[in-house]
């Protein structure tokens, strides 16, 4: 990170810090031959109550929001780095991970993780049956995040890795001469 986080007044937030966040989708009606709904999350909601059920919070013309679940956003000191790079972009972003579940009701999907680290999103997307969506990071998550970086980021440099040489030259006492 080029710049230093805009210094704020306020507790230094747990190492450990575990935030609980509901998590919003978006169901719209679409015009597909095989699928009648898209799915997709649009809101999270900051300290949100562990639900049961999935909860309707608004609804329109073809589309429904819902609150499907509320899970726990996790952050790691040692994965500061990738959060900085996620504090760089605009708008910072809280992925949704989730798997589209054909034997849900309505083909909801099943939301399993939240994160704010790219890196960990990728290495879910590698194996195929994960969507990861962004949802622009609200305000009271951005200020946790960034008092999170600012108490346990450290910035490591660079440093190449010497190459070790394929043949190592060995001082061997012979007992032949």
Not at 4 to 21: D, H, M, Q, W, Y
Not at 66 to 86: I, K, M, P, S, W
Not at 138 to 147: I, K
Request: hydrophobic content about 40%; charged content about 25%; aromatic content about 10%.
């Amino acid at each position: 990170m080029s710049e230093p986080l805009p210094e704020r007044a306020g507790s230094v937030p747990a190492r450990n810090t575990i935030v609980p966040l509901g998590v919003v989708f978006e169901r719209r009606r679409i015009a597909h031959p095989w699928q009648e709904w898209r799915w997709k999350p649009v809101a999270l909601i900051p300290s949100a109550p562990a639900i049961a059920e999935p909860m309707l919070l608004r609804e329109g013309d073809g589309w429904a929001w819902y609150h499907l679940a509320t899970l726990d956003l996790e952050l790691f000191a040692d994965e500061t780095r990738d959060y900085c790079l996620n504090l760089s972009q605009q708008p910072p972003l809280v992925y949704v991970l989730w798997r589209s579940e054909a034997s849900m009701p309505d083909d909801r999907p099943e939301p399993f993780r939240v994160t704010v680290c790219h890196t960990e999103t990728q290495d879910y997307l590698d194996g195929g049956d994960v969507i990861a969506d962004g949802v622009a990071m609200p305000e009271p998550v951005l200020s946790l995040v960034q008092a999170y970086v600012r108490a346990y980021h450290v910035d490591i440099p660079f440093t190449k890795r010497l190459r070790t040489p394929l043949m190592r030259t060995q001082r061997s006492k012979d007992s032949y001469g």
